[in-house]
DNA sequence: AACTGTTATGTTATAATATAACAGTTGGAG
DNA sequence: CTCCAACTGTTATATTATAACATAACAGTT
């Protein structure tokens, strides 16, 4: 059902994130890039101690185990990039998949699957138009828009069984 | 600038709160009562910590000091019953002000000041519309949407200065 | 090279949010 | 009355996130 060539999806991701950091003067470092990497290796939302742990079996060259700050300053210059978001409702996060003609920001529409974990995330553009409009209509300047939809993939519905393997990132996602 | 009567705002809310826990064969208990009495107390969205601070001093009669399940139990209890709705960007929470016709949920679009911390809730309809249409063109079933705007309300906008006073809950908000 | 400002990282500890687990209590249904 | 289910109390712990301070790496300046 998926005709994602997702190596292709990886390769793009990078070359954009290279370009989004250096167009904003700021550095991709070693770190950073291996937090983006744990996140782009599939398409599921990773909690910050998952991705720690990930880290901490694959420590980089001369580097000591890395510990929580480390990665929440990644995950923080990854959002401020827009390369990565948050889904709020799961104290996660993901790896942007939409095309960035600049460098800005997007308005992102996440539909997340409570069984497998998987982000299947879509740009809003009607739907935030309403939400500004609607903001505006009572004097309220937005800053930022979260839009989160919680529920089952395509994929989950058919396979009646639970899996059970939502939230198992620590051990499914390797890099 | 608000024509809000907040006293005739919270009868209408606790009106519907009982009925709609009666409905559900559910018991608005003192505690979970003393909770929504929190979160009714005005629209802003309010901690787990900061209400079993407010709840620590003043416990109910013949009660010990409220500990954290108890918070919990209470939220969890209001939020299924749809009564009040969590800011997941903002893991704090808030007395739903929506009409409700029957007992049934309803998608909330929340608008939170990030200066003052006051909610403003507004029913989403076409905005969600688009959402749930959005899912069935990939075969994901959405089970709960969450839509929040943060940014800053009109109010906060027309005083310049940065009042600090946002999430200062557990001294400012009295029962 | 030595100095200096800036960004990035390391390290330790702790704050803030949330739940597990089990014991006790209560209030009706039968 | 007895039993069951819902509710509550209690202790401990899990999970998520940040404060605070020290050090390193780097770039430009003299
Ligand atoms: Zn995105
Ligand atoms: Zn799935
Ligand atoms: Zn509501
Ligand atoms: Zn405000």
Do not use: W
Not at 70 to 99: M, P, W
Not at 104 to 121: K, T
């Amino acid at each position: 059902m998926d005709s994602h060539n997702h190596n292709q999806c990886i390769t793009k991701c990078l070359q954009d994130a290279h370009h989004i950091a250096v167009q904003a003067g700021k550095k991709l470092t070693p770190q950073r890039l291996q937090v983006l990497q744990i996140l782009l290796n599939d398409h599921r939302a990773v909690g910050a101690y998952d991705i720690l742990a990930i880290m901490q079996r694959k420590p980089l060259e001369d580097r000591t185990k890395p510990q929580p700050p480390t990665v929440y300053r990644a995950l923080e210059f990854l959002l401020e990039l827009g390369l990565i978001h948050k889904v709020e409702s799961q104290n996660s996060y993901y790896a942007c998949t939409i095309d960035k003609p600049e460098n800005r920001q997007h308005v992102a529409q996440a539909f997340i699957c409570n069984l497998c974990g998987i982000v299947e995330e879509k740009a809003a553009l009607a739907g935030a138009q309403g939400l500004y409009k609607k903001a505006d209509g009572f004097g309220f300047k937005i800053d930022r828009v979260i839009m989160e939809c919680r529920g089952t993939c395509a994929v989950c519905q058919t396979e009646q069984r639970q899996t059970g393997q939502r939230a198992n990132t620590a051990t499914g996602v390797n890099i």
